[in-house]
């Protein structure tokens, strides 16, 4: 089990070391004993989802109105810019993604990345996305109603910049379809890497 666990670079968990097991050195034993002798031996495999948090309402943040009303066709940029949150597995944790894509040419204006999902990495991509491109008078910043984006310290940000905070209702991802929708574009399987 060592040897196949060394092998893999530490990345194979039971169900693989079980399988090696049988397929390259003949032996057969269950996989649930594999799974308790890993244990014991203090091996572990890693999983791509284990450990990953998603966004988390903060039920003391107050959220703000939906002003956008899944309306997302406007006149011209800078007008209405949606944000989100996504994460990538990374060797043993994961690096998260936040994104603020202007609605109007579809593009991704500001965006920040880190190890963790607090309020500073939402609020790295707002000040992006400003620098970038100078918003309009009144221009909304919509997002889900997660605790980065409900939070006092993004609310304090939109205000200093003149920029209008909307969150659409909690768990309909068609109020964030935007984001939600680049997202899965630029998912690994949909983005071609050169030979």
Same mark, same amino acid.
């Given at each position: ?9 530490? /990345?194979?968990?039971?169900?693989? /070391?079980?399988?090696?097991? !049988?397929?390259?050195?003949? =032996? ?61 597995? /990374? ?15 579809? !593009? =991704? ?59 659409g209702r909690t768990g309909t991802c068609f109020d964030n379809a935007i984001t939600e929708s680049f997202f899965t574009w630029a998912s690994p399987r949909n983005v071609e890497t050169s030979p």
């Amino acid at each position: 089990m060592r040897t196949h666990h060394a092998t893999s670079d530490e /990345i194979y968990g039971a169900p693989r /070391i079980h399988a090696d097991l !049988r397929e390259i050195d003949g =032996i057969g034993v269950e996989c649930k004993r594999v799974a308790r002798l890993m244990r014991a031996a203090g091996l572990a495999g890693v999983s791509r989802h284990k450990g990953c948090r998603t966004t988390i309402t903060d039920r003391r943040g107050v959220a703000a109105s939906d002003l956008v009303h899944r309306k997302f066709t406007v006149a011209g940029p800078n007008r209405i810019r949606n944000a989100d949150i996504t994460y990538m597995p /990374i060797w043993q944790s994961f690096l998260y993604l936040a994104v603020v894509l202007d609605v109007f040419p579809r !593009r =991704i204006v500001g965006w920040a990345m880190t190890e963790h999902m607090r309020t500073e990495l939402v609020a790295d991509a707002l000040a992006m996305a400003i620098h970038q491109r100078r918003p309009a008078v009144e221009m909304i910043h919509h997002s889900d109603k997660g605790g980065q984006y409900t939070s006092i310290a993004l609310g304090r940000r939109c205000e200093q910049a003149g920029v209008r905070p909307s969150t659409g209702r909690t768990g309909t991802c068609f109020d964030n379809a935007i984001t939600e929708s680049f997202f899965t574009w630029a998912s690994p399987r949909n983005v071609e890497t050169s030979p």
